[in-house]
């Protein structure tokens, strides 16, 4: 992958989101709104599967005095979850692992499993579900990032620009609610982005890029990396902020 070693992400990602702290369309502040509305109560056990640079984990450690562990495939993010963990004082209470999470089960249950915008890691929500229930203590909260769609895309041109092969690769959603649903769960809480935090995610990624290219202007990904940022900002605008929607979604087993 790149020159980088096994079990790790795309060197490109990295550099696409190297001044995210929040690796989704989830604002520090939306976060917070998420950790306050499942009202955790202090030692409350968290397990996040594709942790990325751990911020869940570390502020509600800060906010709500859980612990926990995170777990993700990035050798890079993995290392800023730790500093950010030391900066906020919580390393004590707080781990990161770096490995594929899609193997991986808590040794003792949690309180709270999460994946946030990885269910790739279960082959899509079924398989994520059954992954983060494995870990979970009977009474226990599963958190499901996921996208949907918020407007019917009007072409296959826009189906792709939201990073979807077919319309079918996402529900309206209430259908991601009637499927989480028929999988045998009650949504209990969510918290959804705007598009607002979508402005904040993917902006962030074209102000990284051409940092980046200034700086690297000869490295073999500068090429592809040109392309993206001459075409990401209209495709963005156009397609991906009008009919793209994304959420967590906290749901508990019936």
């Not at 730790?82 to 003792?108: C, K, M, N, P, Q």
């Not at 939201?162 to 989480?180: N, T, V």
């Not at 051409?210 to 000869?218: A, F, G, I, K, Y």
């Not at 090429?223 to 902020?241: C, D, G, I, M, Q």
Request: aromatic share 8%; proline share 6%; hydrophobic share 40%.
């Amino acid at each position: 992958m790149e020159g980088i070693p096994e079990a790790d992400l795309p060197r490109s990602f990295t550099i696409r989101e190297s001044s995210h702290r929040i690796h989704n369309p989830l604002t520090g502040e939306k976060l917070a709104v998420l950790g306050r509305a499942l009202g955790l109560p202090p030692g409350a056990r968290v397990l996040d599967l594709a942790c990325g640079s751990g911020e869940m984990l570390c502020t509600w450690a800060r906010d709500h005095e859980i612990s926990g562990t995170g777990v993700d495939i990035s050798t890079v993010f993995t290392a800023r979850a730790r500093a950010r963990a030391s900066e906020l004082g919580v390393a004590d209470r707080i781990t990161f692992l770096h490995g594929d999470a899609s193997g991986h089960v808590a040794e003792e249950p949690v309180d709270v499993a999460a994946c946030i915008g990885a269910t790739w890691i279960g082959d899509g929500v079924p398989g994520t579900v059954r992954l983060l229930q494995s870990s979970l203590r009977p009474g226990g909260t599963i958190l499901i990032g996921e996208p949907f769609w918020r407007r019917e895309p009007p072409s296959q041109e826009a189906v792709e620009a939201c990073h979807a092969g077919s319309r079918e690769d996402f529900l309206p959603l209430a259908g991601l609610i009637e499927r989480f649903g028929a999988l045998g769960y009650d949504v209990v809480e969510m918290v959804l982005a705007d598009q607002d935090s979508w402005d904040r995610y993917r902006a962030a990624q074209w102000l990284n890029i051409r940092r980046w290219l200034d700086s690297n202007p000869e490295d073999e990904l500068a090429p592809a990396f040109r392309e993206e940022l001459s075409t990401a900002p209209v495709r963005y605008t156009r397609y991906e902020r009008e009919y793209l929607g994304w959420g967590v979604f906290a749901l508990m087993r019936r």
